[in-house]
């Protein structure tokens, strides 16, 4: 007798789950209204059908240029019935970024804005494999009018299957560091991605999530996490700290993920007199806490703060430091609440040093990852891919080191170490210096050219409002905290500092200046 193993849960299972469950429960709220899990199922269905028309099939790319709404998600939803590759573009993108990586994946067809469909309309020959382009919006000549073909009744309620190794995502990184590089996903990737969200994060059908990161990042494995339970999310595309703080109460948010510079622009704003008594789970990420933030964060909300570690190679929570753990402990590497946690059961870890092998207890090394939710690739990358991907794990570029515990503690990017006069510096150290100072609000150490020393250290700071400091006594603050080759020579003093899409300090940027 042969016995097999039947195939695993599919993407198609996982959306279609609250849809027969719960098709009169609100599924989706954003800025402009509110949609129930059935309507969601009706309106994709029509969707499909349009893009089968048009001529798409199984593999074919589906891009997506919108921002955090509805129609996002029924578009994510119609595209995966219909078996392709859906490649969500940062609509902060700049218009050179979003043709490049249009020519690069070669999409059958396009969902965007009014803005952006008028302004591809004009530069519509320079992507050649378009078949349609689907407007959300006024009518744009030359387009199809999403909103028309929603709501025409149409239904399809064919579904056109992955196999687990199929394309199913790919995702442009935001080109901080030279072009976008287009990230693969496969259906067993993402759908264990998918997984490890709802456990890991111990998601429930009565959750009311609150996103204030864009749907084309690292929500784009969440938004489904949330919808397969039946939970309900609430949308933003901008973040305003008074407005989530009324969100909070009006709609009894139970979950939350912000970027760090969000929490503080939160903490800023709030004078504790909103209702946050719905929290359960407060997520940060895409870059370390500040640990003085940190400590005002847990003094505000509770005990409720989680931090996951994660890239988009191998996403979406590589590690974890959950509630319990956000402690004042000190270790060997340093405070428990500076950690980013422990790998989580679907992720191996290591630290290694430039030639590969595993570094000593306590030393710096680079994270590497081993995980089913790896990328494949870099779309039409090979070269690049074969840097990143070594013997099936991924070299994240990212520097860290353990405690006695296990837990890892990120020290900084492999290419933003600093050299001066041959000693390494990692900016982070000097930034966290520089944080005990109350009249810093936001911080970031760079190496520039120097003709004696290699590089020195530079700091660019922001103040908070009203409070004051100099560049005398930053240094001196990190002469009595570091050795003295890691104190900033410079220190300039600016109003904001460059953030990539997704919250992060653009260090080249601020380097180029």
């Not at 016995?3 to 800025?31: E, M, Q, W």
């Not at 009706?42 to 593999?59: H, I, K, M, N, T």
């Not at 693969?184 to 999530?209: F, K, P, Q, W």
């Not at 996403?315 to 402690?327: D, K, Q, R």
């Amino acid at each position: 007798m042969t016995v097999s193993t039947p195939p695993g849960i599919g993407i198609a299972h996982i959306v279609d789950f609250a849809l027969r469950r719960d098709p009169d429960k609100t599924a989706v709220i954003d800025d402009l209204g509110e949609i129930t899990f059935g309507e969601v199922d009706r309106q994709a269905d029509g969707l499909a059908r349009s893009f089968r028309d048009e001529g798409v099939r199984p593999g074919d790319r589906v891009a997506i240029i919108l921002p955090n709404c509805i129609p996002f998600i029924v578009t994510e939803v119609a595209a995966l019935r219909c078996g392709t590759v859906k490649v969500p573009l940062n609509i902060r993108f700049h218009i050179n970024e979003v043709i490049y990586a249009l020519g690069d994946c070669r999409p059958t067809i396009l969902i965007c804005d009014e803005a952006y469909g008028r302004t591809l309309a004009g530069r519509r020959a320079e992507i050649s494999s378009l078949k349609a382009i689907y407007v959300v919006g006024d009518s744009v000549p030359g387009t199809l009018d999403w909103r028309r073909i929603v709501t025409s009744g149409a239904r399809e309620r064919k579904r056109d299957l992955y196999q687990p190794n199929d394309p199913i995502l790919i995702r442009y990184t935001g080109g901080t560091t030279g072009r976008p590089k287009g990230i693969v996903h496969t259906e067993m990737s993402y759908v264990n991605t998918v997984l490890d969200c709802i456990r890991e994060l111990s998601i429930r059908g009565d959750d009311v999530a609150l996103h204030l990161g864009h749907l084309s990042h690292g929500l784009n494995f969440m938004w489904p996490a949330f919808f397969s339970v039946g939970a309900r999310q609430v949308l933003r595309e901008r973040f305003d700290p008074k407005g989530v703080l009324e969100d909070f109460a009006r709609h009894r948010i139970t979950y939350v993920y912000m970027v760090p510079t969000m929490v503080q622009r939160l903490l800023k704003e709030d004078d504790g007199s909103a209702d946050v008594s719905s929290l359960r789970t407060f997520l940060y990420a895409s870059a370390p806490m500040p640990v003085p933030i940190l400590r005002e964060a847990i003094r505000r909300f509770g005990n409720i703060l989680l931090q996951v570690y994660t890239l988009s190679e191998c996403p979406v929570i590589t590690t974890i430091l959950a509630p319990s753990e956000h402690v004042e402990k000190e270790t060997s590497a340093g405070t428990r609440l500076g950690s980013c946690g422990r790998p989580i059961l679907t992720m191996e870890m290591q630290l290694l040093d430039d030639d590969g092998r595993e570094v000593a207890f306590g030393e710096v090394g680079e994270i590497a990852v081993r995980s089913i939710n790896n990328m494949a690739e870099y779309w039409n990358l090979p070269e690049q891919t074969a840097e990143t991907l070594v013997d099936g794990w991924v070299r994240t570029g990212d520097m860290a080191c353990q405690d006695e515990e296990g837990f890892y503690y990120l020290v900084d990017r492999k290419k933003d170490v600093i050299i001066t006069g041959a000693f390494n510096v990692y900016p982070k150290e000097v930034e966290d210096v520089l944080y005990l100072h109350p009249a810093v609000a936001q911080c970031a150490a760079v190496g520039v050219p120097d003709k004696e020393w290699g590089e020195i250290i530079k700091a660019f700071v922001v103040l908070h409002s009203e409070q004051v400091a100099t560049a005398e006594e930053l240094i001196e603050l990190c002469k009595a905290n570091l050795a003295s080759y890691k104190k900033p020579r410079q220190v300039v003093f600016v109003e904001s500092l460059p953030l990539s899409p997704v919250g992060k300090v653009m260090r080249r940027a601020l380097r180029d200046s």
